[in-house]
């Protein structure tokens, strides 16, 4: 057949643009209309700039979540440097503050984003961050309660009652988080008095926090045998087996990430418990200081466990 | 243990919150099955357009299609009364395809009967579903979009039968309607995403009419009058 030629530019799809997203733009510059529209151009161009605008929220959503990741990994490593009663509650203290900061700036401006919006559309974006959160919260919670907070507790910390109208009360940009300083609000459908801006926070994101608390729950526990605080020992691995019960019962019903998560859930657990076993039939016979190195030890012994991913 | 009890508690809500949940799905599922059965009648009607002697008789074939109009509207409505309010994204996989392939069978009627494009709001209301997500359950404008790309690769072998089936004249129209599309999705700053993998495909659509036009052309067989 002869050849026809397309009449059209081949290989260029004018993606150029996406990826600039961050930067929240000014007011969309109105499509200089060509003397030549069509309508079918013309309403080509308003689609274009609804898909940008949904697009360039996603990325800036991508990037918050990624500092609430940032601020949140680094509480966590706060949080495990210390194990002294009288230093903890310093910790704790610190790490209230951060908290406080980071539910009143990055999470704030991820509720302010959102609002108007469905959060389900943009749940992929901020997922990431909001985990990661909820497993630092969780950790700090668990130490200073001594118990797991729930899903309600989380959900009241990431309602705002103030609305969108004044930032909450101390909340200054994080500076660690490097964060943008908080965009001037606007668009439509906030500033509804009475009902107060809140992060929806759904229950999946909930669970997957607390399996990702596991890991943490870990560290701790081998941290606190070399510390010699034993009995912290024995009541982390009761603990852990309890979420691990919990994971158990949800199997595979539950969304696919789980299954992931309780793989990993299986080989702390294992090493916790590999630890006590040590604890039990050793600890008697080993001087304090040395039970560290026995740990280390086990610790490969957990990591090379084939039965953890059934 | 303390932390026991409000652990049980916490495993307890989240088993109840995902029975509600799959119930709630199943409950939606059922009901795209049924919007998918109709979807699939008014493809299944239109496919006589390709035919020798459907092609003489479109407008009838159309109305036909048209007659099913009102069950896929009690379906949308029965389904937009199952998802809960705001929550459309929450649950949007289990009727995306089957809105894009409803997004496709209405563009496609509006073209056989007008030959114009179809705009979000006529589809949307030849469906029964809103624009605004205030007003209920939407049309999104993706799956819109995508139905278009649909409509260009039916409309590039429409082109084909209809020479076959001696209409010279169409391919020149169908040409100048693809590439006026083209040029508009041309504007369009996809993601790496499904769309963009179709819109791809408009390309080899666009080139196969213009071959069939190129055909017409060079062998003298385009009508005479204006194209």
Request: glycine residues 8%; hydrophobic residues 45%; aromatic residues 6%.
């Given at each position: 057949m002869s050849s026809g030629r397309p009449r059209h530019r081949g290989g260029r799809h004018g993606n150029s643009r996406h990826g600039d997203g961050g930067e929240r733009r000014p007011p969309e510059p109105k499509p200089e209309p060509a003397a030549d529209d069509t309508p079918v151009t013309a309403m080509f161009r308003g689609f274009a700039s609804q898909l940008d605008s949904k697009h360039d929220l996603y990325e800036r959503l991508v990037k918050k979540s990624r500092d609430?990741?940032?601020?949140?990994?680094?509480?966590?490593?706060?949080?495990?440097?210390?194990?002294?009663?009288?230093?903890?509650?310093?910790?704790?203290?610190?790490?209230?503050?951060?908290?406080?900061?980071?539910?009143?700036?990055?999470?704030?401006?991820?509720?302010?984003?959102?609002?108007?919006?469905d959060p389900y559309l943009y749940l992929r974006a901020i997922s990431p961050g909001l985990q990661e959160y909820i497993e630092a919260l969780s950790f700090y919670h668990y130490l200073l309660n001594d118990r797991v907070i729930s899903c309600a507790e989380v959900q009241q910390r990431l309602t705002y009652p103030g609305g969108s109208?004044?930032?909450?009360?101390?909340?200054?940009?994080?500076t660690t988080a490097g964060e943008p300083p908080p965009p001037a609000e606007t668009g439509p459908g906030e500033g509804e008095v009475g009902d107060p801006l809140r992060l929806p926070l759904p229950y999946h994101e909930y669970v997957l926090g607390l399996a990702d608390l596991t890991g943490e729950l870990m560290r701790r526990c081998i941290s606190s045998v070399s510390s010699g605080q034993l009995e912290e020992c024995w009541r982390l691995c009761a603990l852990l087996r309890t979420i691990h019960e919990g994971f158990v019962n949800i199997g595979n019903t539950g969304p696919r990430e789980i299954t992931r998560k309780l793989a990993t859930l299986r080989q702390s657990l294992t090493k916790v418990e590999n630890a006590c076993y040590q604890l039990k039939v050793r600890g008697e016979e080993i001087p304090r200081h040395m039970l560290a190195d026995v740990f280390s030890a086990t610790d490969d012994y957990g990591a090379h466990d084939d039965y953890a991913a059934d | 243990m303390d932390s026991s009890n409000n652990l049980s508690d916490v495993f307890l809500q989240y088993s109840a919150y995902m029975e509600d949940e799959q119930s709630l799905r199943e409950e939606i599922r059922s009901q795209v099955r049924e919007l998918e059965q109709t979807a699939r009648e008014m493809t299944t009607l239109l496919q006589s357009v390709h035919q020798q002697d459907g092609i003489q008789n479109i407008p009838a074939i159309c109305e036909k299609a048209k007659g099913l109009y009102p069950t896929i509207k009690e379906h949308y409505a029965a389904l937009s009364k199952k998802v809960p309010k705001d929550q459309y994204y929450r649950f949007h996989d289990h009727w995306r395809f089957v809105t894009q392939r409803m997004a496709f069978v209405a563009a496609l009627l509006v073209y056989l009967e007008t030959e114009q494009l179809a705009t979000?709001?006529?589809?949307?209301?030849?469906?029964?579903?809103?624009?605004?997500?205030?007003?209920?359950?939407?049309?999104?404008?993706?799956?819109?979009?995508?139905?278009?790309?649909?409509?260009?690769?039916?409309?590039?072998?429409?082109?084909?039968?209809?020479?076959?089936?001696?209409?010279?004249?169409?391919?020149?129209?169908?040409?100048?309607?693809?590439?006026?599309l083209s040029a508009g999705f041309r504007l369009l700053n996809l993601k790496n995403d499904n769309l963009r993998k179709r819109f791809d495909g408009l390309k080899y659509d666009l080139k196969k009419v213009e071959e069939v036009v190129y055909d017409l052309s060079i062998r003298g067989l385009k009508p005479k009058q204006e194209t």
């Open positions: 609430v990741t940032i601020e949140s990994k680094r509480i966590i490593f706060m949080l495990h440097r210390v194990t002294s009663e009288e230093q903890d509650r310093q910790v704790l203290e610190e790490a209230a503050g951060r908290f406080r900061q980071l539910e009143g700036g990055t999470l704030r401006q991820i509720a302010e984003e959102l609002a108007g919006h109208a004044e930032p909450a009360s101390g909340a200054e940009p994080s | 979000q709001q006529m589809v949307a209301d030849a469906i029964g579903v809103a624009l605004n997500k205030e007003d209920g359950f939407i049309l999104d404008l993706e799956d819109y979009l995508a139905g278009l790309l649909m409509l260009s690769s039916e409309l590039s072998r429409f082109v084909v039968n209809s020479v076959t089936a001696g209409d010279y004249l169409r391919p020149f129209r169908v040409a100048q309607f693809l590439s006026e």
